[in-house]
């Protein structure tokens, strides 16, 4: 929908225009075709969702895609929280277009991301004006934006999963963005997948479903 950013796209189960969307950010290496797979799933839960799955910005020569660099032998943390800022405006502008040729709100906007996508999907949701119907985060962590909770900010349900076996990215960082989140007064909901490491286990992804079709009747 954006002339910086593609890939591949779904239409409304129910055959009719859109009245909804869910934006699939993918993770470090992958591209849209992975996190498109989850459209089926949800299906049932939001059928008039229009379903797009968008390359992150910049590819990398091993193939796949990043939101942003990562210094794997240095900084981890400073490269993440540096990226997450810098892939913020593309991401907005993607949204913007998106809204402006579909005429989606962004209240009925669903965003989802897993790992370096779920960074993307908290940050970029956290830091818009309008109020998104939802956030849902795979095995991420949260970058605070500027102004984050401050007095009269857009608030959205948000939705955290996580393997406790997680060797790319801590559970912690999970935890962690649970706490942060209460205690600015976000409605948070958080789920542990016991036994799974850097994925997304049936468990979490029941967890997320209900956590849709909840705040799609809103």
Same mark, same amino acid.
């Given at each position: 929908?954006?002339?910086?950013?593609? /890939?591949?796209?779904?239409?409304?189960?129910?055959?009719?225009?859109?009245?909804?969307?869910?934006?699939?950010?993918? /993770?470090?290496?992958?591209?849209?075709?992975?996190?498109?797979?989850?459209?089926?799933?949800?299906?049932? +839960?939001?059928?008039?969702?229009?379903? @797009?799955?968008?390359?992150?910005?910049?590819?990398?020569?091993?193939? =796949?895609? *990043?939101? %942003?660099?990562?210094?794997?032998?240095?900084?981890?943390?400073?490269?993440? *929280?540096?990226? @997450?800022?810098?892939? *913020?405006?593309?991401?907005?502008?993607?949204?913007?277009?998106?809204?402006?040729?579909? =005429?989606?709100?962004?209240?009925?906007?669903?965003?989802? =991301?897993?790992?370096?996508?779920?960074?993307?999907?908290?940050?970029?949701?956290?830091?818009? $004006? *309008?109020?998104?119907?939802?956030? @849902?985060?795979?095995?991420?962590?949260?970058?605070? $934006?500027? /102004?984050?909770?401050? $007095?009269?900010?857009? #608030?959205?349900?948000?939705?955290?999963?996580?393997?406790?076996?997680?060797?790319? @990215?801590?559970?912690?960082?999970?935890?962690?963005?649970?706490?942060?989140?209460?205690?600015?007064?976000?409605?948070?909901? %958080?789920?542990?997948?016991?036994?799974?490491?850097?994925? +997304?286990?049936?468990?979490?992804?029941?967890?997320?479903?209900?956590? +849709?079709?909840?705040?799609? #009747? #809103?």
């Amino acid at each position: 929908m954006s002339t910086k950013l593609s /890939g591949p796209m779904l239409p409304p189960a129910n055959g009719g225009a859109p009245d909804s969307a869910v934006v699939l950010l993918h /993770g470090y290496g992958s591209d849209g075709n992975d996190l498109i797979g989850l459209a089926p799933h949800w299906h049932g +839960i939001l059928p008039g969702a229009l379903f @797009v799955s968008p390359n992150a910005p910049t590819a990398l020569g091993m193939g =796949g895609f *990043q939101w %942003f660099a990562i210094d794997w032998t240095g900084d981890r943390l400073a490269s993440r *929280q540096t990226g @997450v800022i810098s892939a *913020q405006p593309v991401l907005v502008g993607f949204l913007e277009d998106l809204w402006a040729q579909t =005429g989606i709100a962004p209240e009925r906007t669903l965003l989802a =991301g897993f790992s370096q996508g779920a960074m993307m999907a908290l940050h970029v949701g956290l830091s818009l $004006p *309008q109020e998104l119907m939802g956030i @849902v985060a795979f095995s991420g962590a949260l970058v605070p $934006p500027e /102004g984050f909770g401050a $007095p009269g900010s857009a #608030k959205p349900a948000i939705c955290l999963v996580h393997g406790d076996m997680d060797e790319v @990215v801590d559970p912690n960082l999970s935890a962690d963005a649970k706490r942060l989140l209460a205690e600015n007064g976000y409605d948070v909901r %958080f789920h542990i997948s016991h036994g799974v490491g850097h994925g +997304i286990a049936p468990d979490g992804l029941a967890f997320a479903s209900e956590f +849709i079709a909840e705040v799609a #009747k #809103k």
